[in-house]
């Protein structure tokens, strides 16, 4: 949309009273949705706060606070991002790690098998060191 229109848009705009600029931007999405022109799916917490927006701008609660309200839900809607871009690093790092047999797995956590075989290597070592024990006081006495 050029320039222009935009501007002679939003001068209309201004002076419609909220409740026919709600009906005004129900139907830009009426239209949108109709022709598919949605450049990008907003996110659950936009859309959340989008729908408090609505809900607060029906009542008598000024500007300044739906303003405030939305930017609240839009930190949000940024830390949520963040956590969720950190969960997937955590997840990739714990699916790429190897594990004791160099195979990929998950976070290299021993199966049930390698577990019993470490168990088994423990026994096995600590049998060796009793017999050297055993050995060594038979030898000193």
């Known amino acids: 949309m050029n320039d222009n229109l935009k501007s002679k848009i939003v001068r209309r705009l201004d002076d419609l009273p909220d409740d026919m600029g709600r009906q005004v931007l129900d139907y830009l999405d009426f239209l949108v949705s109709k022709y598919n022109l949605s450049r990008r799916a907003p996110s659950t917490v936009q859309r959340l706060a989008e729908n408090i927006e609505d809900r607060i701008g029906i009542g008598s609660v000024s500007e300044m606070a739906t303003k405030g309200a939305a930017q609240v839900a839009e930190a949000a809607s940024k830390m949520m991002d963040g956590l969720a871009s950190a969960g997937r690093v955590v997840a990739d790092e714990l699916t790429a790690k190897p594990s004791k047999d160099g195979e990929e797995g998950a976070g290299g956590a021993p199966t049930d098998e390698q577990e ?10 600590k049998e060796e060191n009793d017999e050297n024990d055993e050995k060594e006081e038979a030898g000193g006495a």
């Open 116 to 125: 019993e075989q470490g168990v088994q290597e423990e026994q096995d070592v």
